[in-house]
């Protein structure tokens, strides 16, 4: 029976920290969206987003942009999760098997590309759901004490270069792993395969004078 290895679940909580901070950055791109309320005034707000004139005369449409809700914030946070848990889980069950710091690093290099494999498509949502920037402020914006901090697709373009930077450690990292590992197999392997071709030794045995110290 294969004894327990503690090696394959501590990488897998090595490799999970990153794991979790590029899968947080992709939930957000892919979940995030603002609260929208629009409707019909014949009043100009000062405090909304933005407001167009509608085709009734002495009417405007109205439309607010607030922030993510509760709900959407917890689901980012959940699905966040999911992928550093179910490396930690593959860390845990390869923990009894002949290998498993190889299998758990695999697995990182499959659940880091599963990850990241529509990152593209996300950025491209999320800005277009924030069409005024991540702060939901026009950048032409004369309100007074608003100011617009991030310009339209400013933070989708920043989390994607985040995550594809993490990404790229991820990869670097879990290879050049798999590389040492390699490496230390190959050398055990043929340290035992020079153990077992050398002749085995003539056995010497000394015998003392009886009263007498051993010769010299």
């Known amino acids: 029976m294969f004894r327990r290895n503690k090696l394959p679940f501590l990488l897998a909580i090595l490799y999970g920290v990153p794991l979790f901070m590029m899968s947080l950055l992709c939930s957000s ?26 085709a009734e005369q002495g009417m405007y449409i109205a439309t607010q942009y607030t922030n993510t809700s509760t709900a959407t914030e917890w689901r980012i946070w959940l699905w966040a999760f999911v992928p550093p848990l179910i490396l930690l889980g593959i860390g845990i069950l390869v923990s009894f098997v ?25 950025v491209q949502h999320h800005t277009e759901r924030y069409p005024y920037g991540y702060d939901n402020i026009p950048d032409n914006t ?75």
């Open 142 to 216: 004369n309100k007074p004490g608003l100011q617009s901090n991030y310009d339209t697709g400013q933070w989708e373009n920043s989390a994607r270069n985040t995550v594809i930077s993490i990404r790229q450690w991820l990869l670097v990292g879990a290879c050049a792993a798999l590389l040492l590992m390699l490496l230390a197999e190959v050398r055990r392997r043929r340290g035992r395969q020079w153990e077992d071709t050398q002749p085995p030794g003539e056995r010497i045995d000394v015998i003392a004078p009886v009263g007498g110290a051993p010769p010299l």
């Open 29 to 54: 791109l892919a979940l995030d969206r603002p609260q929208v309320a629009v409707w019909e005034t014949n009043i100009k707000y000062p405090g909304v987003t933005v407001i167009k004139p509608a």
């Open 98 to 122: 002949r290998y498993g710091a190889v299998f758990v690093t695999l697995a990182t290099i499959v659940i880091t590309l599963g990850v990241t494999h529509r990152l593209d498509t996300w």
